[in-house]
Each structure stands twice: as C-alpha cells, then as structure tokens.
C-alpha cells in the first residue's frame, strides 16, 4: 500500500508547472559590443573517457534590453530566455532544446551598473555519442580523428570575441581554421577578435587509450563489432566467467580431499557451490551480451524498431527468479515471485502487442496512468531481484544456521525496490532539470518534451538497473566460500589439523584473488586474466613465505610441524606456559639493574629456568611466541570468523570515508544523484567496502597460523602486501599508458590500517582472560607486545599511513561520467 501511494504521488511532483510568458527576442544588435572569451579544455591522461570543459565569460552591456533579466532566479522563464540569448546551442531542430552537459559549477551573473558579466563553465565526456555539445563547442569523433568547433549562438556571432582557446590536453593539432594566432607546443592554439563569420575549428588524434574506450562502449552503428567485445559487453561478462571458472576449479579439489570422508551435508555444500559458480558464470554472459544478440538477431530478422529495452524487462525479470530458485525451498515464496514476474511480463507483452499505454513501449508513450502503473511494475521487478540477492546469499553463508525469515527477507525486498525506484523518479528531476535549464516552462513542447523523457527514463530503467543489481551479485560472488568452508573442513576429521589442508588454502586463495584482483580494463578490454593471475601469485607467495617462517610450521617432535603438538595442548597450558615465560623475563630485567651480590642465585635459577623453556621449543621460537602464533581462538575456522567480525566492524569508519570520497564529494554526488540506478549504485559503493574488509579479515584470521611474524600486525603486513602488489602492477600499467589511475596509495593505507587494526585486536582478545589484571587497555597492549623500539616504530608508522589515506583522499576530486 505504501509503494501504491508513492507512485501514485510521485508523478504530480514531476509535471512541469505552468508559468509566466517570458519574452524571446534577444536584440542581436545590441550585444554587438558584447565581449567573450571561450575556452575549449581536454583532459586526457587519468580519464577512462576524455573531458571536455569549456570555460565562457562574456561581458554585455547594462543597455541590452534583457541585462536586468540575468539577475533574476534561475528558475525565472526571463533569465533562462535571457541567457539562452547568449549560451544556447544550435538547435537540432526548433523544438529539440535538450542540453545534456554537465554544470558542476552554477553559472555566476555579476553587474557593476555599466556591464553585466556571465560566467557559464560545462563539462562532457566523450562516451557513447559521436557528436555532443558543451558550451559553445561541438565535438565530433570520426575514424580518422576527433574535431571541436566553435557554433556559438545567434545573439552573440557579432559580438567581440576577444579571446578564444582550445587546449587539446598534450595533443598535437593536424589542422586549425582560420589560422591561429597564438599558441604553444601545437596543443594549445588561441585566437583574437576573431570575425563574425570564422569559426575556429581544431582537428586532432586522440590518445590511444582514450580512443579505444570510446570505441568499445559507442553503441553507433559504426563502432559495434568492438563494442561487443568492450566495457559493457564481453570485457564485462568475462570477470564472471573467469571467477565462476576459477571457483569451478577451488570447488573440485576440496571435494576430492574430502572424498573418503565426505558427508552429505558436505555434499550439498560444494554442490551449492558449483551451482553457485555456474549461475554466475550464466548470469554475467545474460546481462552483458543479451544487447548484442539482439542486435545480431535483429539485423538478421531485419526488424526496424528497437526492442532492447523490452529484452532487457524479460532479462531482469529472469534475474530475480533464477536466483530465488537458488536461495530459497519455499514453495510459497517461489509460486509468489513467479506469480508475480509472469503477471507483469504478460502485461508487457499485451501492452507491447496492442500498443497499450500503461506500460512503456517503443511504439506509444506513456499515459498518465501509466506512470504510476509503470513505478508499480519497475518496483515489483526489482523486488523480486532484491529477494533473490538476499535469498541466495543467506542460504550460502548460513549453512547449520537458522535462516532469515521469509517475512523478514520479503519486506528488506521491498523497502529496497522502493528505495530504488523512489530515487529514480527523484533524479529525473534533477536529470531534467539539468538538460531544459534554458526551455521555456510554459511552452508546449517543454511539456511535450517532459512526457518524452519521462516515457524513455521508465523505458530504460530495466537496462540501467541491471547492471549495478549485477554488481552486487558480484560482490556477493565470492561470500559461498565462506559458507563452504564452514561445512567442509579437515579439522573437523583429524584431531591435528592446526591449519587448512592445501585444497582448503587453495580456496582461500581462491577468495583472496576474486576479491582483490583489480577489474581493471586496458585499452577498453578487461585485463582481469592479469590481475587475477597476479592476486593469486601473490597469495599463494605469502602462504610460502609462511611454511618457512610462521612459528607453528616450525619443525618439531619427529619432524612434524610444531603447531601439530600446540594444537594436542590445553589451550590454558600455553597460556600459562607463555605467562610463566613474561613474569621470569620481567624479573629478571629487575635484577639485572640490581648490584646486590645476594641476588646472583636468584637470577641464575631464573636464567636457568628461561633456558629450559627454550631449549624445550624449536630454535628461534619462544614460550611468549606461542599464544600469538595460535591466534584468539583454539581453531582456524575459529580464527577466521573472528578476524571477519572484527575487521567488518573496525572497516566502518574506512567505508564511510571511502563512500564519502567516491560517491559525495567534489562532483561526483551530481553524477549519482541523476542516474536512474543511482540507489543501487550507493548500496554497491558500501557493500563492496564492507566485503573489502569482511574477506581480508576473513583471510588473515583463516591463514593466522602460516602467515609470517610472530604478531598480528607484522601477519596484517603480509596480507597488505598481497594486496598491494597486484594493485601497485595494475597502477604502473595504467599509468604507462594513460588511463584512469586508481586512488592507490589511499586504497593500500586504508586496507593495511583496518588489517592492522584487526591484526592488533585479534592479538588483545587472544590475551582478553588477562585484562582483570590491567587497569586499562593502555597497559594490557603494553604487557602484550613489551612496547619495544620496533613495536612502537611500527605503531608509528601506522598512523602515518593513517595521515596518508586521510591526505590523499583530502585532494581527491572525483568526477566521471554518469552511471
């Protein structure tokens, strides 16, 4: 009932409002003492997709019959008619007066009593259309080479225009007309009082890079043969295909060193899983390529209207059941999510068919009832995805544990398709806003215009939804090992078991390397086969590196590691054993400051009593060495949910700096506010942190006893730098050939500073029976690591790493093209 309402109130709040008339003449020939400057800015190098801003000031005399009209509100219909007057672009035809550039910046009108000085700053990027407008500038990307042009407005083509400049960000000009008179390096070209009827006009070849991400993600005709194998298409479909096959592979060696003793609860365990990877594998090919064989099909059928957008409804129509079947046993709730999916594509079909109006079509706009009806559809569609996400993803992690509530699950479902859908009829809003900010409210084709958009942004919602909800079955994707590994453990056969068995590491590995491994895309094609190789490399070298230093790999009785004959051991024992080791190490610091003779016997038998502790270890390892090598928890699994929780709980902080600095600050709240799936995308923002943090906790506790070092942060170091080393390679390769540089020094800060936190933790609740003693947490962290010079070095150098990320995301700036 309550999403009924919203939709029901929602589309009263988008119809545009009736307003005053607002004069249109725009008395050319009095801005024929007008003074401009233009400047046309690319920025190439650490975009995916080359920026274009242009910068515009112009400066009109108080006389002109429209100057007072400038300093009214924005919304006024005389200051948009006013300073349509001097920025509007060349219309494409007399009712078209949609802009679709960026304004991070609100144009800012100034007057002094003899002039009136506009200044109007835009920004687009060059993606998807070969031909867009910014500013007074037209861009047009061609085979051969890209051109800007000045086209400014008719009001304006007398006035002076004393300054014009295009810097093509490092490129080099192939032809420029009329000849400039100024200019620097052939990248920076300017001219002067130019003539009313010379245009500049500037060709250039763009980088490499930034061509080829045009050209993989440009759905024109001209450019789909690389489209299909580029960002939004094969590339993208190849991160699941390649994680599924990876899982495929993880899966099949745990059953097989499990296959004397396996149990059918084990069984169905890794079965889930297998069908996990599959599903995934599946899903990612079906969202990313349904477009492209549609095309192939169309094109072959020879079929004139464009129906994507209704293959894209059946597509997330199949999302959502597909993984409520994986997720849930409920009879009940099946039959309802696909009572409910076949109602609303028969209705789409019917509307389809007969060209009704109450759902969107590509032949008929829709009604007025048909926004509701449309708001009521989308939810319903997305609501079942939701219960599929949550569905499945429960059902893996929480295998032997209750299950969330049918209820529960149902209503998380569609408070969330709610939100979604809410927050795409808000940002239509803001998107129409933005491109009629110089229209005329009143006129007919504003409102003819309004219902045109409106009836596209519901046609394309299914395919801006499907891929952020994707997303998040991809950050998801890995979690079922998590519900595997709790099932399917060699510990739970053999009574020495003190670490995971190698097909148990391998699928740690497995985890590590499908979380962190950068999707990165090189040249518009994904380069994840690289970076996954790389992450896998990394973690399994850091396993290495431990079987030869970690203290409980040491060798032992007949051989075998030490951890083996520790794991035999009363837990309490090692702890004793390791209290017994400090108390005699304290006391004999205290005799040794002492020049008493009397004291000598005593602090023999202390030296003698330290020695036979020693010598009863492997050489190098020591009884205070023990509690920390075993970790807070007398089982790995048990360490490794330890470590989950608490770096889930210490990244909170880092999550909400992280989301600040991607999602809110600088432009790039503007850029989310106006995407259709801009919800969904915030949810993936936080999400993807949380399972950051969730799986590098989940990795460190797992692996507690073979990582090296005998501490939890010297172990969190380690676990850092197999995440910082593929990162670093991926962020060279970006850098040598001009892409998109990730925010990498913050990044490694904030995952090494939660890693330690959780290292540092785990260390403090492996000695929590102990804090009765300790007047303060202060001093218990004291009496655990014996605050030596290295220790408090090191406690140094974590907080300048702190200072780093908070430095480094201080100067950040992101912005990018919308989602």
Known sequence: MLVLLLCLALPAMGRADAVEDAPTDCRANQLETAEVTALAEFKHRGNDFSMVTSIMDISVPAAWTRSSDLLLDAHSPAYRSALACLVAKP??????????????????????????KVHYEAATWVQFSSSDAVG????????????????????????????????????????????????????????????????????????????????????????????TWGWYSASAAFWYAASGALLLVAGRRLRRSLADTTTPEESRALHYLRWWALLLMFLGVLVY????????????????????????????????????????????????????????LGWYVVSEMFDFTLLPTADQFLSTPGWTVAAVACTALTAVCWIGMIAAGQRMLLIRETRIPTRMMVAAALAAATATVLWAYLAFDRYWERISWLAD??????????????????????????????????????????????????????????????????????????????????????????????????????????????????????????????????????????????????????????????????RQSIEAEIDRMDQALPAGVRPADLPFACGPMATWWGNARRGAVNACLIGLPATGLLYWVEAVKGDSWMVYAEGAAGFVWIVVEILYWQVFWIVGGFFLGALWRDLPG??????????????????????????????????????????????TCTGLMMDLQTFQNERRYWPTNASLVAYVYQMRFATIAFFLAQLLALVTLWKTFADVSTSGPGR
Not at 95 to 100: A, I, K, P, S, T
Not at 101 to 112: H, N, S, T
Not at 153 to 180: E, H, I, N, Y
Not at 724 to 738: E, R, Y
Request: proline share 7%; charged share 20%; net charge positive.
């Open 136 to 227: 007074p500038w037209v861009l047009t990307v061609s085979k051969q080479n890209w051109r800007i042009a000045l086209r400014p407005s008719p009001a304006l083509k007398g006035a002076d225009w004393d300054r014009v400049q295009v810097d093509l960000g490092g490129r080099g000009a192939l032809t420029a007309t009329p000849r400039p008179a100024f200019g620097e390096g052939g990248t920076r070209l300017s001219w002067r009082h130019k003539e009313p009827d010379q245009n500049p006009t500037v060709t250039f070849r763009p980088p490499t890079v930034q061509y080829w991400d045009f050209i993989t993600t440009s759905p024109e005709e001209t450019w789909q043969v690389w489209e």
């Open 289 to 344: 390529m349904n477009d492209n064989v549609y095309r192939w099909f169309q094109h072959l059928v020879g079929w004139h209207h464009n129906y994507e957008p209704t293959v894209a409804v059946f597509v997330l129509a199949f999302l959502g059941p597909v993984l409520c079947l994986f997720g849930s046993r409920s009879k009940r709730l099946l039959f309802s999510v696909g009572g409910v999916v076949l109602g609303v």
């Open 441 to 602: 409210p009143r006129s007919p084709d504003f409102q003819e215009m309004w219902v045109a958009e409106l009836d596209s942004w519901w046609l394309t919602f299914p395919v801006n939804v499907l891929d952020p909800l994707l997303v998040v079955v991809s950050i998801l994707a890995p979690l079922p090992v998590l519900g595997v590994l709790r099932v399917c453990r060699v510990e739970q056969h053999e009574q020495g078991a003190f670490t995971p068995a190698p097909a148990e590491k391998f699928l740690l590995v497995a985890l590590f390397a499908i979380t962190f491994a950068p999707g990165t895309y090189y040249f518009g094609f994904s380069a994840y086969a690289l970076t996954l190789v790389l992450c896998l490399c990394t973690a399994w070298g850091v396993l290495v590196l431990g079987s030869h230093f970690s203290v409980l790999e040491q060798p032992f009785a007949d051989n075998a590691p030490l951890g083996r004959t520790i794991s035999l051991t009363d837990r309490a024992d090692v702890l004793r054993l390791a209290r017994r080791f400090r108390e005699r190490q304290t006391r004999l610091s205290q005799l040794s400051t002492s020049n008493l003779g009397e004291r000598s016997a005593e």
């Open 91 to 116: 219309l494409q035809n007399q009712y078209d007066f949609r802009d679709y550039e960026f304004r991070f910046k609100p144009v800012r009108v100034k007057a002094d009593g003899q002039r009136v």
């Open 710 to 755: 005998r501490h939890g942060p010297t172990k969190a170091l380690f676990v850092t730098l197999a995440f910082a080393i593929p990162a670093t390679a991926d962020f060279l390769i970006v850098q040598a050939v001009g892409g998109t540089v990730p925010q990498l020094i913050g990044q490694i800060a904030a995952f090494g500073s939660v890693m």
